[in-house]
């Protein structure tokens, strides 16, 4: 498959989707839209990926929208505008409802929607010294729509607040500490340390065991106690029927090592 806004390969057991825009700071257009629509339906069609790691070349992860694109975008009716608000909605939940974790490694400023895309990832590892997170639309008179939800699951209504309505940047350091990203590192260590999870996810936990619990945090959000309770015991007890449980289970029993 032809992709000329990014790249995909599978490494080991890992699909790796890189950005590769860095003379225009990996921003977003609809092509690479599209082309990271794919990649990402095509690496959970894949048996063989049990994770996804999304990366950026050059110096930034993403900034936000093409400066062409939002030019183009200026002059859009409301029905094309439509139609591409929704092609983005879909890749922001292709990415979350993926059935595998995703590892977002953000080298530089991840702003606007580039913000949004990281955001929509299960993990979040970045630069202690280069790394900058922002919803910056405010600036511009445009909105982060298609983030909020993800946004407000994943700091809390009264962060996302102040992060949406001010627009302000934060540093690595300061987007770790209000639960936004997932860990920090100096530069020199962010691959190294995206390979250590990568590593953990693929050799000590069951793929089946992570697309569950990925499925209950999509669906539970918004649902009663009673209906909450019931669709996660349906889920224990699928799960207990599973042959991965049942190796890990004996495995457990009989203390022996297990790698998946």
């Keep these: 498959m032809d992709y000329t806004r990014i790249s995909y390969k599978i490494d080991g057991r890992k699909g790796v989707i890189t950005l590769k825009r860095p003379d225009k700071r990996n921003a977003i257009d609809d092509v690479m839209v599209s082309e990271l629509t794919r990649a990402v339906a095509a690496a959970g069609r894949d048996p063989d990926v049990k994770a996804l790691l999304l990366q950026a070349a050059g110096p930034a992860f993403c900034a936000g929208a093409d400066l062409e694109y939002l030019s183009r975008m ?24 993926l059935r595998k974790p995703v590892v977002a490694v953000v080298n530089g400023p991840a702003l606007a929607g580039g913000c949004g895309l990281a955001s929509v990832c299960d993990f979040i590892i970045a630069s202690a010294e280069r790394a900058q997170f922002g919803y910056t639309e405010v600036h511009i008179g445009f909105v982060p729509a298609i983030v909020m939800f993800f946004l407000v699951k994943r700091v809390g209504e009264g962060r996302a607040r102040e992060l949406v309505l001010r627009g302000n940047v934060l540093s690595a350091a300061e987007a770790k500490e209000i639960g936004l990203i997932s860990m920090v590192v100096p530069e020199k260590d962010l691959q190294p340390a995206a390979e250590r999870l990568l ?43 599973t042959s991965e449980c049942k190796q890990g289970v004996t495995a457990f029993l009989n203390k022996e090592p297990l790698q998946w």
């Design 199 to 241: 590593e953990e996810l693929l050799t000590q936990n069951s793929l089946r065991s992570m697309s569950l619990c990925k499925e209950l945090l999509a669906k539970l959000h918004g649902m009663n106690l009673a209906d909450a309770l019931d669709f996660a015991a349906n889920i224990n007890a699928a799960a207990r029927m």
């Design 74 to 97: 200026a002059k859009f009716d409301l029905e094309e505008n439509r139609m591409d608000s929704f092609r983005l909605a879909n890749l922001f939940r292709t990415i979350y409802e």
